[in-house]
C-alpha cells in the first residue's frame, strides 16, 4: 500500500502541475444497450455548435469519462457501428462538476437511423462535496444585477455591510478573486479585485464553504470567474441605461459593448471556428445618492430665524455641477464616481488536443467620495471644504496566456502564466506633489533683493499654497480664522465646530503599486472510474512599491538644513578663501558676511541657489511612509476526487509557502531608500491545508454533504513591510507601528453539514449548518524599550481571533411556466475580539463580543418573468395572449437585520 502510494505521489510530481482555481468541467457516461448490457467501444463526441470540443470513447463497462471541458452547452453524440446514433442536446458542463449522462443504444433497423434527446440538468449536484454557487450567466442576464458584487450578494451566507462582502462571519479581505484561474486580489491589503463586467463572464462559481485542496489562500470565499471565448460567427451588442429620464435618479448612466467572432473573417470555417476573439467594455458614470450635499453655500445655512446669515464673513456658493458640458440631458466627462473596464481575449486551436488562449483586461476607478454615512471616516467634517478634499483614483491591468494539451480523454496538462498590476493614487483635488510648492522668483536671475529676502526675512525664492500655515488655500480662499460664526447672546465671534473651512486641504499623498508574476500549471488525470488525481505548483512573485506622504504642507527645518547640508557645508579652506579672496563655491550662489571683518564659517551664511532651496523644502515636507519589497509565494497540492455509485469523497492536502527575501527597502524622509534586513529564521514559512469533503447521495433527490476544511491565508502584507522600526520611537512624537516577519498565518477550521432536496420537478432546497474558528487574526501589541519604559511602540502580532457559526437556506424553482425565482436566507452568528486590525495595548478588553458584520437575518429574493422568443403567454384567467415576444421582468428584494450595538467603555 505505502509503495502503491509513493508510485502515484512521483507520477504526479513529476506531472508538475497545479489547479489553484478550476476552468473547466467533465462528461461522466454510462452507454447500455437496449437489454441493459454495457456497449464497449462507443464514440462520444462533444460539439459546440459544427465545431468538435473533445470527445472518448467507453470501456468494456460501457463508460467514459471525458475532462477538462469548457464550461457551457454542449451537443453530445454517441456512435457505434451497427448502432442508430444517439444526441443529446442542452447537455450543461459546469466548472469543477460532473455532468452524466447515461444513453440506451439500439440497433439500426429497430428503431430508426438516430435518436435526439433533450438532456435534463441534475436539479441537485451529486458530486458537489463544500458549499458552492454555480451562477449560470445565460440566465442572470435576465435579472437587475450589474456588477460581480450584486450577483455574490445574492448568495446565501453573503452579508454586503458597507459595500464589502463578508462570507459567513470573515473579514471582507478574506474572499480570494480569479479570473481565468488566476488570483486577481490585492496581496498588500487583500481588498479591490479586478472588475469584470458581467458581459464578458462565462462562467461563475462562488464558493462559501469546504473548499477543495487546489484553492488557497482564502479564508472564507473563493470566487472563480471564467470569461467568454469568440463565436466563428460574428455577434456582439451595445447598451445604455440611465435612471434619470424621468426625475434626477442618482445621475448614472451606464454604457457597454461587446463584439466577438472570427479574428481572420475571410478565412475557411475550420479557420473561423479555430482562431476567434471576444472584446467588450463599458463605462458608468455616477454622481451618487448624496449628490447634493456636494453643493455647498454656508451664507444661505447658517442662518438665524430670520433667515440672515449668521456667519463673519462671506462665503460663495460652491457648486461642482455648473460649467458642465451636456448632450441630450447627458452630463458629458468626469461625475463624482467614473469606472472604466475593458476586456479582450483571443483563442487559437492548434489542433483538437491543442489550444492557446491570450487576454488583456483592464478596469478604472476614478472618484471624488463624499459619504457622510461613514462617520468612522469624518467625512462630514468635509462638507463645506470639498474643493480640495481628496480624490481616488485605482487602474488595475491584467495580462494572462494559456497553453492547454489534451494527452488523451483523461489526461489534460495546461501551462498559464499572468501579470497582475494595481496603481493606487490618492490625494487632494487640485493639488498634486508638484504644485503645492511653487517658486516666486526666478531661478535664473532671483533678483537684487534675494540674499536680504534670504537672510533677513527667511524668504528663499519659493512659497507654499498655504504659507500662512492655517491648512487653508490660499489662492480664493479667506483665512481659516475667519470661519466663525456670530448670534445676539455671543460678544465674540466663536469658530464653527464641526465643520473644516472653505478651501481646506487633505494634507495626504499615496501613490502605492503592486505588479505580480505568477506562473503554474494545471495537470488532472482520470485514473480510472473513481479516481481522479490532481496536483500541482504555481510561484508568484510580488513587487511591492508603497510611497505616502502624510501631512505634506509641513515643512521639518532639521530635515531641510540635512538636505542642504549635503549639496554644500562651509568649511574652514572655503572659508579662508572667500575671505581672503572673494571665491565662492559653485555649489552656492554667494556667502553672506554676518559681521564687517569675519574670521571664520561662523561669521558667514552660505546662501543655496533658490532651486535648492525649493527642492529642499520638498524633500522635507511631510512624514514619509514608503518602502519597496519583493517577497515570492508558492503552493503544491496533492488531491484525489473518488466517486463510488453511493459517495463521492473530495481528500487533499495544500502546501504554502512565502519568502520574505533578505531585506527590503525603506523609503526615509528624506526620499532616500535604506535596507532593512531580515533574520534569517523569519525570511520562510510553511503552511499544511488538510481537506475532506464528502457527498453522499442518498437518493435520486436527495444528497447529504459533510467537510472539514483547514484554511490558511497570509497576512496582509502591508502588516509585515512597514517604513517604521523601534529605533524610530526614540525620536518620534507620536505612536509608530512596526512590522513583523514572524505573523504566523491567518487560520480559519469549518465543520459543516448540508442537505440538498429536490422537492419537484422544479423546485430545489440547499440547507447548510456550519461552525468556523478563526484564529491568528493580526492584532498589536505594545512594547517597550529595554531600561527606557518611556519610550514604546505598537509591533503587530498574530493574536486576535473569532468564531461564526449560522444555517444557510436557498430554495430555488427552476424556470417553468414563464417564471423562476430564488429564496436565500442565513442565521448567522458572527464573534470576535476585534472587527479589524487596530492600536491596542494590555488595557484591550479580550472578550469575544459581535462583530461589525454580525447581522442575524439576511434574506433575498430574485424573481423573473420570462416570455421566451416564439413563445405566447395568455393573461390568467382570459384568453388575451400578452404582445410581447422575448421579453423579461426582474424583481429584487433583500432584507438584513440591523448590526449589533456593542456598549464600549470610556
Known amino acids: 500500500m505505502r509503495k502503491t502510494a509513493l508510485i502515484l505521489l512521483i507520477v504526479l510530481l513529476v506531472g508538475i502541475a497545479c489547479l489553484e482555481a478550476q476552468t473547466t468541467g467533465r462528461l461522466a457516461v454510462r452507454v447500455r444497450d437496449g437489454q441493459g448490457k454495457a456497449l464497449e467501444f462507443v464514440n462520444v463526441v462533444v460539439m459546440s455548435g459544427s465545431q468538435r470540443i473533445t470527445g472518448g470513447q467507453t470501456n468494456a463497462k460501457g463508460q467514459a469519462i471525458i475532462i477538462n471541458i469548457p464550461p457551457g452547452t454542449y451537443t453530445v453524440r454517441f456512435t457505434l ?57 445565460d440566465r442572470l442576464s435576465d435579472t437587475a444585477v450589474t456588477d460581480v458584487a450584486g450577483i455574490i450578494s445574492l448568495q446565501a451566507g453573503v452579508t454586503n455591510i458597507g459595500g464589502e462582502l463578508h462570507i459567513r462571519g470573515g473579514r471582507a479581505n478574506e474572499v480570494n478573486f480569479t479570473v481565468d484561474g488566476m488570483s486577481v486580489s490585492d496581496p498588500v491589503d487583500g481588498g479591490s479585485a479586478l472588475s469584470v463586467d458581467t458581459d464578458a463572464i462565462k462562467d461563475m462559481k462562488v464558493m462559501t464553504g469546504g473548499f477543495p485542496a487546489e484553492f488557497g489562500n482564502a479564508q472564507s470565499g473563493v470566487v472563480n470567474i471564467v470569461t467568454k471565448d469568440g463565436d466563428p460567427f460574428f455577434s456582439g451588442k451595445v ?48 454622481d451618487g445618492r448624496y449628490k447634493d450635499l456636494y453643493v455647498s453655500d454656508p451664507n444661505q445655512e447658517y442662518v438665524n430665524e430670520d433667515g440672515v446669515s ?79 478634499y481628496r480624490y481616488e483614483d485605482v487602474k488595475q491591468q491584467q495580462y494572462i496566456g494559456t497553453y492547454d494539451h489534451m494527452f488523451s480523454p483523461t489526461m489534460n496538462l495546461k501551462v498559464k502564466a499572468s501579470y497582475y498590476k494595481k496603481d493606487y493614487e490618492d490625494g487632494p483635488r487640485g493639488v498634486d506633489r508638484d504644485n503645492f510648492l511653487y517658486m516666486t522668483v526666478d531661478p535664473e536671475n532671483p533678483g537684487d533683493n534675494y540674499v536680504d529676502d534670504v537672510v533677513t526675512y527667511e524668504r528663499y525664492g519659493y512659497s507654499s499654497i498655504d504659507a500662512n500655515g492655517d491648512g487653508v488655500h490660499d489662492f480664493g480662499f479667506l483665512p481659516a480664522t475667519e470661519w466663525k460664526y456670530r448670534i445676539a447672546t455671543l460678544e465674540e465671534p466663536r ?57 505634506f504642507l509641513s515643512i521639518y527645518q532639521d530635515r531641510r538644513d540635512k538636505y542642504l547640508s549635503r549639496i554644500y557645508t562651509l568649511n574652514e579652506a572655503d572659508a579662508t578663501n572667500f575671505i581672503e579672496n572673494g571665491i565662492i563655491p559653485d555649489a552656492l550662489y554667494t556667502i553672506h558676511k554676518k559681521s564687517q571683518d569675519p574670521q571664520g564659517p561662523g561669521d558667514l551664511q552660505p546662501i543655496y541657489k533658490p532651486l535648492d532651496y525649493y527642492n529642499a523644502a520638498k524633500s522635507a515636507s511631510g512624514k514619509r511612509d514608503g518602502y519597496s519589497a519583493n517577497p515570492w509565494q508558492m503552493a503544491y497540492y496533492l488531491q484525489d476526487k473518488m466517486e463510488w455509485e453511493g459517495m463521492i469523497v473530495n481528500a487533499g492536502l495544500r502546501l504554502d509557502f512565502w519568502y520574505l527575501g533578505s531585506s ?112 491568528n487574526y493580526v492584532s498589536t501589541m505594545r512594547v ?59 488595557s484591550t478588553s479580550l472578550r469575544e463580543f459581535p462583530l461589525d458584520w454580525d447581522v442575524r437575518h439576511n434574506a433575498s429574493i430574485n424573481y423573473t418573468f420570462r416570455i421566451g422568443r416564439g413563445e405566447e403567454f395568455f393573461v390568467p384567467f382570459t ?28
Open 81 to 137: 457501428v451497427s448502432y442508430a446514433t444517439m444526441t443529446f442536446q442542452n447537455v450543461r458542463v459546469q466548472v469543477g462538476q460532473t455532468a452524466n449522462l447515461s444513453p440506451v443504444m439500439n440497433r439500426e433497423g429497430i428503431v430508426g437511423p438516430s435518436v435526439t434527446v433533450v438532456a435534463e440538468q441534475d436539479k441537485v449536484e451529486r458530486d458537489r462535496t463544500g458549499s458552492s454557487r454555480q451562477i449560470e450567466m
Open 239 to 286: 447598451e445604455y441605461n440611465t435612471d434619470h429620464i424621468i426625475g434626477e435618479g442618482r445621475n448614472s448612466d451606464v454604457l457597454k459593448f461587446a463584439i466577438g467572432g472570427p479574428i481572420v473573417p475571410f478565412a475557411s470555417d475550420d479557420l473561423k471556428e479555430r482562431l476567434t476573439f471576444y472584446f467588450n467594455g463599458g463605462g458608468e458614470w455616477l
Open 310 to 388: 449668521i456667519l463673519e464673513a462671506e462665503y460663495p456658493r460652491y457648486d461642482p455641477y455648473e460649467g458642465r458640458d451636456s448632450f441630450l440631458g447627458v452630463d458629458l466627462g468626469n461625475r463624482n464616481y467614473n469606472s472604466y473596464n475593458v476586456n479582450l481575449k483571443t483563442k487559437y486551436d492548434i489542433n483538437p488536443a491543442q489550444k492557446i488562449t491570450l487576454a488583456v483586461r483592464g478596469d478604472r476607478s476614478y472618484s471624488t467620495p463624499f459619504n457622510p454615512a461613514l462617520s468612522s471616516s469624518n467625512y462630514y467634517w468635509w462638507r463645506h471644504a470639498l474643493q480640495h
Open 495 to 551: 469658530s464653527i465646530p464641526g465643520f473644516r473651512a472653505p478651501g481646506t486641504i487633505y494634507t495626504d499623498f499615496i501613490d502605492d503599486t503592486t505588479a505580480t508574476i505568477n506562473f503554474r500549471t494545471d495537470f488532472e488525470w482520470q485514473l480510472n472510474q473513481t479516481h481522479l488525481a490532481k496536483t500541482g505548483i504555481e510561484l508568484i512573485n510580488h513587487n511591492i512599491e508603497k510611497d505616502q506622504t502624510q501631512n
Open 664 to 775: 527590503y527597502q525603506v523609503l526615509q524622509d528624506d526620499g532616500l531608500f535604506a535596507d532593512r534586513e531580515f533574520a534569517k529564521g523569519d525570511r520562510f514559512q510553511m503552511m499544511v491545508s488538510p481537506r475532506l469533503g464528502v457527498s453522499h447521495p442518498i437518493t435520486e433527490r436527495d444528497v447529504l454533504r459533510f467537510a472539514y476544511n483547514y484554511q490558511n491565508q497570509l497576512p496582509q502584507m502591508q502588516y509585515i513591510f512597514t517604513s517604521k522600526t523601534p529605533q524610530d520611537a526614540n525620536l518620534s512624537d507620536v505612536a509608530i507601528t512596526v512590522g513583523n516577519p514572524t505573523l504566523e498565518p491567518q487560520i480559519t477550521v469549518t465543520y459543516e453539514v448540508g442537505l440538498s432536496h429536490q422537492l419537484s420537478d422544479d423546485y430545489v432546497l440547499d440547507m447548510t449548518a456550519y461552525y468556523k474558528n478563526l484564529y
Open 784 to 842: 517597550r524599550k529595554e531600561d527606557e519604559e518611556s519610550v514604546s511602540w505598537y509591533e503587530f502580532i498574530s493574536e486576535d481571533y473569532g468564531s461564526a457559526r449560522g444555517i444557510d437556506v436557498q430554495l430555488e424553482k427552476l424556470l417553468s411556466n414563464f417564471n423562476t425565482w430564488s429564496i436565500a436566507y442565513s442565521l448567522a452568528w458572527a464573534q470576535g475580539n476585534n472587527s479589524a486590525t487596530v492600536i491596542q495595548d494590555e
Open 879 to 906: 384568453n388575451f395572449i400578452l404582445p410581447l415576444d422575448d421579453f423579461t421582468a426582474n424583481l429584487n428584494w433583500s432584507f438584513v437585520s440591523g448590526a449589533p450595538y456593542t456598549p464600549q467603555s470610556m
